[in-house]
Nanobody
Framework: QVQLVESGGGLVQPGGSLRLSCAAS?????????MSWYRQAPGMERELVAA????????HYADSMKGRFTISRDNAKKTVYLQMNSLKPEDTAVYYC?????????WGQGTQVTVSS
C-alpha cells in the first residue's frame, strides 16, 4: 500500500524555521516520482509550494517561497524535505506532500503549520 506521511509541522513564531518531512512507503520506485509540497490555508485553494524532479536535480518554487523555502529529497530514505525559514503568518496552512509519476498521483494527509506570536 502506497503511503505518504508528513511530519514536522507545529507552531512557530514569525521569523522562525521549520523542517517538514514526507516519508514514503509502498513505492516500488520512489526515485522515479516527482515530489512536491502543497499547502492549503482555511478558505483558500490548495497551492503549490515547491517541487523537485525525480532525479533531484531540478527544483521549482512558488514566487512567495523563493529564497525562504528549500525542497530536497533523499531517495535512499524515500523521504522528501521542506526547509522553511523566515516564516510569516501568511505561511500558516496545512502542508501536503504529493508524489506523481505518469498517471499515478498520491497525497499525504497533511501537517499543520501555524506561524503566530
Amino acid at each position: 500500500q502506497v503511503q505518504l506521511v508528513e511530519s514536522g509541522g507545529g507552531l512557530v513564531q514569525p521569523g522562525g524555521s521549520l523542517r517538514l518531512s514526507c516519508a514514503a512507503s509502498g513505492f516500488t520506485s520512489f526515485s522515479s516520482y516527482a515530489m512536491s509540497w502543497y499547502r492549503q490555508a482555511p478558505g483558500m485553494e490548495r497551492e503549490l509550494v515547491a517541487a523537485i524532479a525525480s532525479a533531484g536535480g531540478s527544483t521549482h518554487y512558488a514566487d512567495s517561497m523563493k529564497g525562504r523555502f528549500t525542497i530536497s529529497r533523499d531517495n535512499a530514505k524515500k523521504t522528501v524535505y521542506l526547509q522553511m525559514n523566515s516564516l510569516k503568518p501568511e505561511d500558516t496552512a496545512v502542508y501536503y506532500c504529493n508524489a506523481v509519476r505518469f498517471r499515478m498521483d498520491y497525497w499525504g494527509q497533511g501537517t499543520q503549520v501555524t506561524v503566530s506570536s
